[in-house]
């Protein structure tokens, strides 16, 4: 299951952008994180695939929801000018950003080459 993030959660987890300038990611394991709005229809069609790659990458990869009309700051933070956009964060190295409804083979692709997590074998 995706966890949802506040902004003190996100600080915890991901990154304290109002302490650090410099990305510094704050968590033990990749992530991907997935900014949205319950009025997004494509961020409905995108949210049931999340969930399903939360469970197939569980132990590997942690998979978050900022929800943008409640985390406003947060979004602004990301520079988040469309929905849904997903931030997939490496353990080191720079996070990247990909926008859209892309489809569940697309994002197991970038998981594989931003990430550097093999696709589970199910």
Known sequence: MAEHLTKQTFQEKVFNYEKN???????????????WAPWCGPCRVVG????ELSTEYAGKVNFYK?????????ASAFGI????SLLFIPTDGQPQMAVGALPKKELKKIIGEVLSIEEPVN
């Open 66 to 74: 900022v929800n943008t009309e409640e985390e406003q700051e947060l």
């Open 48 to 51: 049931p695939v999340i969930e």
């Open 21 to 35: 300038k410099e990305w510094k990611f704050e968590g033990n394991a990749p992530a991907v994180i997935d900014f």
């Open 81 to 84: 000018q469309s929905i849904p």
